[in-house]
C-alpha cells in the first residue's frame, strides 16, 4: 500500500534527476540509498561503509521528506532503528572534518525534523522522539547535536556552515505550529546554546551575516513553554548586561527595523511619483484604500518579538534603545562578503547589508544619527496606519506592548525626556482629506517623547472607525498616562503642544458618544472614557507639575469650556446608563465621579463668558477673550481632587497577554517554517561553496 | 662632594664675573639705571626711582598708545581717585623704604657672603643677569677664560654656591640659570638640584624645562634629562605629560631632524614603557617626600647609571604592578565569551594583544581613552550642522561609557580618580566655525593614587539593584544599603512577571505614597486617598493651582534658552553646584561618597601651545599679585598639551560668553547684571560689580602685556559672580587676526564695561584704574619670571605669537621699567581713556557680528 506512494517518490526522484542535470548520476545512487534506509534491515550491513558514502552525496530533501511523510504507524516501527541509526549518524557527521559531510549532515537533519513532524501532526512529542532518535539513547545523541552545532556555531569554521546550523535550529524550533507542543525543545533547554546566539550577536561581522537567524531563533526559544515552566532562555535573557552584546542584539533589531521602514518609503515614493498620486491627492478618501494596499510591505512581527522579549525581560537592553548606532561602528567592521542565500534570509524583511554598512554613510548631511527607540517609533508609526486585517492589528498591538513596556520603566523615561537628547523624529501619517502631510524639514528637534506623544494623538486621530480598535486605544491612553505620572513626580515641563492632545481626546468621547449603540455591543467604552477624563483630571489638578507655561493651563480651560457639548453630552449618557440597571451601571458611574471637575469648569466659566459677551455686546468671543475671562476667574472655582489619578496598572503579560502572545508565536513560527523550507531546499550555491573547498 | 664642588667652581665663578659687569654695562635695558656697581641691586623695588626723581622724567614714547594721548587733560581725577592713588603711593613708598633698609643690610652681607637678602633683592640681581647673559657674552666666553678669572674670584664663587644653596633659591631662579648659564657644571649642580624642589614647583616649569631640552644644547638636556626619567619612572600622569609636550614642541623642528632629535628618542623611549618604575623602592620613595636636596654629586652619576639601571630593571618581576594593572581596560562581562571583541574596540589590536597575555602597559589605556576623545573630535568635524554634531558626540560617547571604569584619568584635575562615566547626553559641541571642539562632562571616583588604587568596578547605566537572578538570588550584585536607600518596600518577587522587570514606576511611585513630606511643592501631596467613599473629599482653588504654575516657573533660575545653534548656552548657564547635583542624582555611581563631577573641552586640531604660554603668564602674574596683595582677579584655567593640534582644556565653571549673555537676554550687559544680581543697591549688586571690576582690571593688563587680540565678546566670559574671564589666547604677543588693524588699543573697555562700573565718573572707575596700576607695579616688580616663561618658550618655536624678533623685547617694554609711578599712573589713564575712545574696538565688534554673527 505504500507502494504506490514509493513509486510517486521515484518518479519524482527521477524527473528531478532529469530537469535539474544529467551530469549527477550520483543522485539516484543516494535516493537508492534512502530506500535501503527505509527497509527493515541495517543498510549498512550489507555494505560498512555505508553511512560514510550517504554523507558524501548531495541530499535530496524533497525526496527524503516525502518518504518519511508516506510512512505509516507500523513502517515506524519497522523501520525505527534505521531512523535512529540515520539520525545518529548525522550527529557523528556533524563531527567531521570533511565539510561536505557535514552540510550533508544538517540538510538531512532538518529533512528528518520536518518529515517526521509532518507525517505526525497528531502524534504526541515522545512518539516523535521515539521515531527518531529512540528513547533510549534521546538524551545522549541529543546532547552531542546541540554541542557540535554549538560549536559549530562559535568556532572559525566557514559563515555558510554557521548560516545552515541557524536554520537546522529554526527548522527545529518551528517544526509545530505551537512551539511549545515541539517535545524536542525540551533538549534544547537543557543543552542550551543561548551563549552562541549571543556571540554571533556581539560580533560585528557575524552579526551582519546570521543576526537575524539568531535573535529570530533567540525570540522563538524564548517563548518555549513560557508560562508553564523554567525556560533557561528567559532566565538567561533577562540578566544579560554585557553591553556589546545587547547593543549587538537592538543592531539587528534596528536593521531589520530600517530596512522595513525605508522599503515603504521606497514604495510610498514610487507611489507619490506617479500619475495617481496626484489623482488620489486630489480625489482622496476614495482611492486611498487602494494606495495602501500597494504600500503595505510585510511587518516583521519575528523582529518585534525579538524586541519585546529584550525590551521586557532585560533591564539593561533599555540603555541599548537610546544607543545611536553611529555608522562608524558598521563603517568600522570589514564590510562581511555577502551571504551565500541569495534569497532573503527568512523571506520577510532581510537586513540589507549594502545599506548599513556603506562606510560613505556618516558624512552624508542629510543623514539623521538614528537609534532604536526612533526606528521603532517610525515602524510603529507605519504599522498603525493600517489596523484593518487581523495580522497588521496585532503588529499594532505588539507596538504598543512594547512601547508599555518603555514608557514603565525609570531610565527609558529619562532618555525620553531629556533635554540634551533631541532629535528630528519623521513620523508617517496616514494620508487624510481634511489634512496636509506635514513637510518633513519642518519638524523641530525635539526630546523624544514627544514623538512618542505625536504617535499617540496620531493614532487616536486616525483610528476612529467601524471596526473601532478598542483595545489598542486603551493601551494608547495608557501610554500617554504613563508619561504624564512620569513627568508629574520628576517635574518635567515638557514643551509640548499639549492642545493637539486635548482636542484628540475630546474628539475620542465625541466619537465615543455618537457611536454607542454599535460601540457598546462589543466593547466597554466606559472604560475608555474614564480613562480619558482621567487624563484630563491629571491636567487641571496637577498642571501646576508638568505645564510648560501657565497660559497652557488657561488653554487647557479654554478648551473644556469650547467643547463643553461633548462633555456635557457624556455626562448625560453615563448618568442615564448608571441610573439604568445593567451590566455598564457600575463602570458607568465611575466615568459620571470622574467628571465632577470638568463639569465645574464648565459650569463655572460659561455663565461668566455669557456675561461677559452679553455686557461687551461681542456676539462671538475671540480666543483672547475667552481666555481673558478664564484668567479672572480661577479664584472663585473650587475643585475636587481625584483619587489614585496618577495610579495605574503595570504592565503585565500573564495573565491578560498570554493568549495574544501564543497566537502571535504560533504565526510567526509558521512564517518562519515556510521561509526557511524554501530556503534550505536551494543550496546550490552552498554545495558549490564545499565542493569546491573539498 | 669634594668632586663636585671643583667641577662647579669655575662656572660660579663665571656667573659672578658676568652679573657685576652685565648690571653695570646696561644700556639695552630699558631700566636707566645709575652706572655705578653699588646701585645695582638697587632696583629691586623697581618703583623706588619713582618718588625720588619725581615726574621731571619724561614719558618715553609708548608705541603701543597712539591715540587718546591728546585727550589726557580731559580725564579729571575726581577726589575718590586721588585719593586712591596717593593710597597706592603710599603703600609703595612704605614699600620702598622696607626694601631699601633690606638693602642696607643686605649689602654688607652680599660682599661677605652670608646676607640673606630679600626674595625681590635676589629676583633683581638675577634679571639683570639672567637678561645679559647667554647673549651679550657668549662669543667671548671661553673655558680659559672663565678658569683665569676663576682664580681672582673666589669669593665671588663661593657667594653663587650660596645663592644657589641658599633658601632663597626657587625654582624660578633655577630655570633662568638653567638657561642662561652656559656653563656645563652649573646646567649639571641645576639639574640636581630640580630634585630638591617640591614636584608641584617644578611642574609649573616642565613646558620650559622639556622646551630646553629639545631645542638647547647637549649639556642642558643632560642635565635636565635624569630629573625627567626619574619623575617618568614614577607616575604614568608625568611619563605622559612629558611624552605629549615632547611630541608637541618637537613638532616645529623640520621632520629629518624631528626624527633623530633627543625630544623624540625620550619620548619614544616614554612611550615604549621602558621607564617603568623601580619596583618596590620606587613606589616607597614615591609616597615619601621629595628626597633631600643634596644631591650634588649625583646628577651625572645617576645619569651615566641609568641605563644599566633600565635593564636591572626589566628582570625584576613587578607582580604588584602587574595585578593591578591588569584590569586595564577590561571590565566583568557577563559572557565570557564576548569579551575578547570589546577590547579590541578600544585598544588597537596588538595592544589588545598585550593585554590578554597579560603583561601590563602602563601607559596603554589613558594614551587609547585620550585617542578616542580625539577620534570624536575628528569625526564631529564632518558634519555639517551643529545639531548632527551634538547628536553624534552624544552616540559617540554612550559607546565610549562601555569602556569605563578604567585606570583612566583626566589630567586636568587636581586630584588622583579613575574615570567611571561620561554622562553622554550632557556633552556639548562647542562653537566654532571648522572644527569641532567639544565640552564634556566626566564623572570620576577619587581614589588614593590611580596607578595603584583598584578600578571601579562597573555599575549598568540603568542601576539593576533587583533583578532576580536565578543563579545568585542572595547577591545579585547589590549591597543591602543600596537597595535601603532606593526602596522602602521591595517589589513583590512571587509574581512571576515581576521577576524579571524591576517596578520601575514603583519605585518612582512609592515613597509619594508612604511619605507624604516628600512633595514639598504641590501642597497636594497625597496622591491617592485610598477610597473615595471613606475621607472627606478634599477640595482645590483652581486658582492655587494656576498661582503655583506661574510661580514655580517664576522661581526657576534664568536658563537660557534652546538654540541648535548654540548647544553650549543653556549647558553652560546652568550652576555648576546644580548641574553636579543634576547629574550625581541621575549617576548610577552617584552614591558613592567619593564621586566627583569634572568638565572638559576636547580640542581637535587646535594647537593649544599659544594657550598654554598664556595660561603659565597668567598663572605667574596670579602669583605676583597675591604675593603684592593687589586684589586683581583672574582665571587662569589649565591647558594640557597633547600634540601640535590637539589637546584638552579645564573649562571655567559657571561662566558664559558675553556673545551668549547678549543673545539669549536681548540686554545689555548692565541690565543683565541687574537682572541677575539684583537692584544697583542690594549687596549681590555690588559684589558682582566689585567682581567685575576687578577681573576687568586684572584681564585688561593681561591683555596688555600679551597683546591678547581677537577680543570679540565670544572670548569674554561673564561667570556667575561678575567675574568676566577673558579665553582663547590664539593670538598673543606678535601674532594678531589676519592683520586687518582692527584692535589698535591696548585692551577690550567697552562702553558697556564702563557701564557696568558705574560710569566714567564713578568710584569703581577710579577703583578699576587705581587697580591697574598697583597690578602694573607688581608686575614690574616681578617682571623677569614672567619674561622668563616666554622667553625660554621662544627656543626653537615657529608659534605665531613669537613671529618676529622683537617680541621679547617689546614684551619687556610693555612693562615700562624706566617709568616712575607718576608716570605709570599717566600711562594707565592713557591706556584707558584710549581703548574707551578706540573706534577699532567697536569696528571689531561689529566686524565679529558681521562674519561671524558674535554679538
Avoid at chain 1, 504507524?73 to 557535514?102: P, R, T, W, Y
Avoid at chain 1, 487581523?390 to 499594532?396: D, F, G, K, Q
Avoid at chain 1, 492642545?499 to 475630546?506: F, H, N, T, V
Avoid at chain 1, 481666555?627 to 491578560?656: A, I
Wanted: net charge negative; proline share 5%; charged share 25%.
Amino acid at each position: 500500500m505504500s507502494g504506490c506512494d514509493a513509486m510517486a517518490q521515484e518518479k519524482k526522484a527521477g524527473l528531478l534527476r532529469r530537469t535539474s542535470s544529467s551530469k549527477k548520476p550520483l543522485k539516484e545512487k543516494v535516493v537508492l540509498m534512502y530506500d535501503e534506509i527505509f527497509t527493515k534491515d541495517d543498510p549498512a550491513k550489507s555494505n560498512p561503509r555505508f553511512w560514510d558514502e550517504l554523507f558524501l552525496m548531495k541530499v535530496n530533501l524533497e525526496y527524503l521528506e516525502g518518504k518519511l511523510e508516506c510512512l505509516d504507524g507500523d513502517e515506524v516501527m519497522v523501520m525505527k532503528n534505521n531512523l535512529n541509526s540515520l539520525f545518529h549518524h548525522c550527529v557523528l557527521a556533524l563531527e567531521e572534518e570533511h565539510q561536505i559531510k557535514v552540510v550533508n549532515a544538517l540538510q538531512t537533519l532538518c529533512a528528518l525534523f520536518r518529515g517526521v513532524h509532518q507525517k505526525n501532526k497528531s502524534a504526541t512529542g515522545f512518539d516523535i522522539i521515539n521515531m527518531l532518535v529512540g528513547f533510549d539513547k534521546a538524551e545522549l545523541r541529543m546532547k552531542d547535536l546541540m554541542e557540535s552545532l554549538d560549536s559549530l556555531l562559535c568556532g572559525d569554521g566557514s559563515e555558510s556552515l554557521k548560516s545552515l546550523c541557524l536554520k537546522l535550529l529554526l527548522c527545529l524550533v518551528t517544526v509545530t505550529d505551537n512551539i511549545s507542543q515541539n517535545t524536542l525543545l525540551e533538549y534544547v533547554m537543557i543543552n542550551s546554546i543561548f551563549e552562541a546566539i549571543l556571540q554571533i550577536v556581539s560580533d560585528a561581522s557575524s552579526r551582519g551575516q546570521h543576526g537575524y537567524d539568531a535573535v529570530v531563533l533567540l525570540a522563538l526559544l524564548v517563548n518555549y513553554r513560557k508560562y508553564e515552566s523554567v525556560n533557561p532562555y528567559i532566565v538567561k535573557l533577562s540578566i544579560v548586561d554585557d553591553e556589546p552584546t545587547l547593543d549587538g542584539l537592538g543592531m539587528v533589531v534596528h536593521q531589520a527595523l530600517t530596512e522595513y521602514n525605508r522599503q515603504y518609503k521606497d514604495k510610498e515614493e514610487e507611489n507619490h511619483a506617479g500619475f495617481f498620486s496626484t489623482l488620489s491627492s486630489m480625489v482622496g478618501n476614495m482611492f486611498i484604500a487602494d494606495t495602501e494596499e500597494k504600500l503595505s510591505v510585510q511587518t516583521n512581527e519575528a523582529i518585534l518579538l525579538a524586541l519585546y522579549e529584550a525590551v521586557h525581560l532585560n533591564r539593561n537592553f533599555i540603555t541599548v534603545l537610546a544607543q545611536s548606532h553611529p555608522e562608524i561602528d558598521l563603517a568600522a567592521t570589514p564590510a562581511p562578503p555577502t551571504p551565500t542565500t541569495p534569497v532573503s534570509p527568512l523571506g520577510t524583511t532581510p537586513p540589507s547589508l549594502d545599506v548599513m554598512h556603506n562606510p560613505e554613510l556618516p558624512l552624508d548631511p542629510n543623514l539623521q544619527t538614528s537609534n532604536l527607540l526612533i526606528t521603532f517609533l517610525k515602524y510603529s508609526s507605519i504599522v498603525m496606519q493600517d489596523t484593518k486585517d487581523e495580522h497588521r492589528l496585532n503588529s499594532a498591538r505588539l507596538c504598543l506592548i512594547i512601547l508599555t513596556c518603555i514608557v514603565e520603566d525609570q531610565y527609558a523615561d529619562a532618555f525620553l525626556h531629556d533635554d540634551n537628547m533631541n532629535f528630528r523624529v519623521n513620523l508617517h501619517r496616514m494620508p487624510m482629506r481634511h489634512r496636509k502631510k506635514a513637510a518633513d524639514k519642518s519638524i523641530p528637534s525635539r526630546p523624544l517623547v514627544c514623538a512618542v506623544l505625536d504617535l499617540m494623538v496620531e493614532f487616536i486621530v486616525t483610528h476612529m472607525m467601524k471596526e473601532f480598535p478598542m483595545d489598542l486605544y486603551m493601551r494608547c491612553v495608557q501610554i500617554i498616562h504613563k508619561l504624564i505620572c512620569y513627568q508629574k513626580k520628576c517635574r518635567i515641563r515638557v514643551h509640548y503642544t499639549w492642545r493637539e492632545l486635548w482636542s484628540a481626546l475630546i474628539n475620542l468621547l465625541k466619537f465615543l458618544l455618537s457611536n454607542e449603540t454599535t460601540l457598546l455591543a462589543k466593547h466597554n467604552i466606559f472604560q475608555l472614557a474614564l480613562q480619558v477624563v482621567s487624563l484630563f483630571n491629571m491636567f487641571i489638578t496637577y498642571g501646576d507639575t508638568f505645564l510648560p507655561t501657565p497660559s497652557s493651563y488657561d488653554e487647557l480651560y479654554y478648551e473644556i469650556v469650547r467643547m463643553h457639548q461633548v462633555f456635557d453630552n457624556l455626562y448625560c449618557m453615563v448618568l442615564r446608563v448608571s441610573t439604568n440597571v445593567g451590566q455598564w451601571k457600575e463602570p458607568a458611574s465611575k466615568v459620571t465621579y470622574a467628571l465632577v471637575n470638568v463639569r465645574a469648569i464648565i459650569n463655572h466659566f460659561n455663565p461668566k463668558i455669557e456675561s461677559y459677551a452679553a455686557v461687551n455686546h461681542i456676539s462671538q468671543l475671540s480666543e483672547d477673550q475667552v481666555l481673558e475671562v478664564v484668567r479672572s476667574n480661577y479664584d472663585t472655582l473650587t475643585l475636587k481632587l481625584q483619587d489614585g489619578l496618577d495610579q495605574f496598572e503595570r504592565y503585565s503579560e500573564q495573565p491578560k497577554e498570554t493568549a495574544f502572545f501564543k497566537e502571535l508565536v504560533r504565526s510567526i513560527s509558521v512564517n518562519v517554517r515556510k521561509n526557511v523550507s524554501l530556503n534550505t531546499l536551494s543550496q546550490d550555491v552552498l554545495l558549490k561553496e564545499f565542493s569546491s573547498i573539498s | 662632594m669634594g668632586d663636585t664642588e671643583l667641577e662647579l667652581s669655575p662656572s660660579q665663578e663665571e656667573e659672578l664675573q658676568k652679573s657685576p659687569s652685565a648690571s653695570s654695562t646696561s644700556t639695552t635695558s630699558s631700566l636707566s639705571l645709575p652706572s655705578s656697581p653699588s646701585s645695582g641691586p638697587r632696583p629691586l623695588t623697581s618703583s623706588s626711582p619713582s618718588t625720588s626723581e619725581g615726574l621731571s622724567t619724561s614719558s618715553p614714547p609708548l608705541d603701543v598708545i597712539s591715540e587718546g594721548v591728546g585727550e589726557l587733560s580731559l580725564v579729571i581725577d575726581t577726589e575718590v581717585a586721588k585719593k586712591a592713588c596717593q593710597e597706592v603711593l603710599q603703600k609703595v613708598k612704605f614699600l620702598k623704604g622696607e626694601g631699601q633698609t633690606a638693602l642696607v643690610t643686605a649689602e654688607p652681607g652680599l660682599v661677605n657672603g652670608t646676607g640673606h637678602a630679600g626674595a625681590s633683592d635676589v629676583d633683581c640681581r638675577r634679571s639683570r643677569t639672567s637678561s645679559k647673559i647667554g647673549r651679550e657674552e657668549a662669543p667671548p666666553d671661553t673655558g680659559k677664560s672663565a678658569r683665569r678669572r676663576q682664580n681672582n674670584n673666589s669669593s665671588k664663587q663661593s657667594w653663587l654656591l650660596r645663592l644657589f644653596e641658599s633658601k632663597l633659591f626657587d625654582i624660578s631662579m633655577a630655570i633662568s640659570y638653567l638657561y642662561n648659564s652656559k656653563e656645563p657644571g652649573v646646567q649639571a649642580y641645576i639639574g640636581n638640584r630640580l630634585f630638591s624642589f617640591r614636584y608641584e614647583e617644578v611642574d609649573f616649569y616642565l613646558p620650559q624645562l622639556l622646551n630646553m631640552y629639545i631645542h638647547m644644547d647637549e649639556d642642558v638636556g643632560d642635565a635636565i634629562k635624569p630629573y625627567v626619567v626619574h619623575r617618568c619612572r614614577q607616575s604614568i600622569n608625568f611619563s605622559l605629560q612629558c611624552a605629549w609636550l615632547l611630541g608637541a614642541y618637537s613638532s616645529d623642528m623640520h621632520i629629518s631632524t624631528q626624527r633623530h632629535s633627543r625630544g623624540t628618542k625620550l619620548r619614544k623611549v616614554i612611550l615604549s614603557d621602558e621607564l617603568k618604575p623601580a619596583g618596590q623602592r620606587a613606589r616607597r620613595e614615591a609616597l615619601q617626600p621629595p628626597p633631600p636636596p643634596c644631591h650634588h654629586g649625583q646628577g651625572p652619576a645617576e645619569h651615566s647609571l641609568s641605563p644599566s639601571k633600565r635593564t636591572h630593571q626589566r628582570s625584576k618581576s613587578d607582580a604588584t604592578v602587574t595585578i593591578s594593572l591588569s584590569s586595564n581596560l577590561k571590565r566583568t562581562a557577563s559572557n565570557p565569551k564576548v569579551e575578547s571583541s570589546q577590547d579590541e574596540d578600544l585598544s588597537s589590536s596588538s595592544d589588545s594583544l598585550k593585554l590578554e597575555a597579560g603583561t601590563p602597559v602602563r601607559l596603554t589605556p589613558q594614551r587609547e581613552f585620550i585617542k578616542s576623545l580625539m577620534g570624536i573630535g575628528k569625526r564631529l568635524a564632518t558634519l555639517p550642522t551643529k545639531e548632527q554634531k551634538t547628536q553624534r558626540l552624544i552616540s559617540e560617547l554612550s559607546l565610549l561609557n562601555h569602556k569605563l571604569p578604567a585606570r583612566v584619568w583626566l589630567p586636568t584635575a587636581a586630584f588622583d580618580h579613575h574615570v567611571v562615566r561620561v554622562p553622554h547626553t550632557q556633552a556639548v559641541v562647542l562653537n566654532s566655525k571648522d572644527k569641532a571642539p567639544y565640552l564634556i562632562y566626566v564623572e570620576v571616583l577619587e581614589c588614593e593614587n590611580f596607578e595603584t588604587s583598584s578600578v571601579p568596578v562597573r555599575i549598568p547605566e540603568t542601576r539593576i539593584r533587583s533583578t532576580r537572578s536565578v543563579e545568585n538570588l542572595p547577591d545579585c550584585g547589590i549591597t543591602p544599603e543600596q537597595r535601603a536607600s532606593s526602596f522602602s518596600t521591595v517589589p513583590n518577587y512571587d509574581n512571576d512577571d515581576e521577576a524579571w522587570s524591576v517596578d520601575d514606576i514603583g519605585e518612582l511611585q512609592l515613597p509619594e505614597i508612604h511619605t507624604n513630606s516628600c512633595d514639598n511643592i504641590s501642597q497636594f501631596s497625597v496622591d491617592s486617598i485610598t477610597s473615595q467613599e471613606s475621607k472627606e473629599p478634599i477640595f482645590i482653588a483652581a486658582g492655587d493651582i494656576r498661582r503655583r504654575l506661574s510661580e514655580q516657573l517664576a522661581h526657576t533660575p534664568t536658563t537660557f534658552k534652546k538654540d541648535p545653534e548654540d548647544p553650549s548656552a543653556v549647558a553652560l548657564k546652568e550652576p555648576w553646584q546644580e548641574k553636579v547635583r543634576r547629574i550625581r542624582e541621575a549617576s548610577p555611581y552617584g552614591h558613592l561618597p567619593n564621586w566627583r563631577l569634572l568638565s572638559v573641552i576636547v580640542k581637535c586640531g587646535d594647537d593649544l601651545r599659544q594657550e598654554l604660554l598664556a595660561f603659565q603668564v597668567l598663572k605667574q602674574l596670579q602669583s605676583i599679585w597675591e604675593q603684592e596683595r593687589v586684589p586683581l582677579w583672574i582665571k587662569p584655567y589649565k591647558i594640557l598639551v597633547i600634540s601640535s593640534d590637539s589637546g584638552m582644556i579645564e573649562p571655567v565653571v559657571n561662566a558664559v560668553s558675553i556673545h551668549q549673555v547678549k543673545k539669549q537676554s536681548q540686554l545689555s550687559l548692565l541690565d543683565y547684571f541687574l537682572q541677575e544680581h539684583g537692584n544697583y543697591t542690594t549687596e549681590a549688586f555690588l559684589t558682582a560689580q566689585r567682581n567685575f571690576v576687578q577681573s576687568c582690571a586684572g584681564y585688561c593688563l593681561i591683555c596688555y602685556l600679551l597683546q591678547v587680540k581677537d577680543r570679540h565678546n565670544g572670548n569674554i566670559l561673564l561667570d556667575s559672580e561678575g567675574h568676566i574671564i577673558h579665553i582663547d589666547f590664539g593670538f598673543i604677543l606678535s601674532s594678531s587676526p589676519r592683520n586687518l588693524g582692527f584692535e589698535t588699543s591696548a585692551f577690550k573697555l567697552t562702553n558697556e564695561f564702563v557701564d557696568v562700573m558705574g560710569g566714567q565718573d564713578g568710584d569703581m572707575f577710579n577703583y578699576y584704574k587705581m587697580l591697574m596700576l598697583q597690578g602694573l607695579i607688581a608686575a614690574r616688580k616681578h617682571m623677569e619670571k614672567v619674561i622668563q616663561i616666554v622667553e625660554i618658550m621662544q627656543q626653537g618655536s615657529q608659534l605665531p605669537c613669537f613671529h618676529g624678533s622683537s617680541t621679547i623685547r617689546n614684551l619687556k617694554e610693555r612693562f615700562h621699567m624706566s617709568l616712575t609711578e607718576e608716570q605709570l599712573q599717566v600711562l594707565v589713564e592713557q591706556m584707558v581713556d584710549g581703548s574707551m575712545r578706540s573706534i577699532t574696538t567697536k569696528l571689531y565688534d561689529g566686524f565679529q557680528y558681521l562674519t561671524n554673527g558674535i554679538m
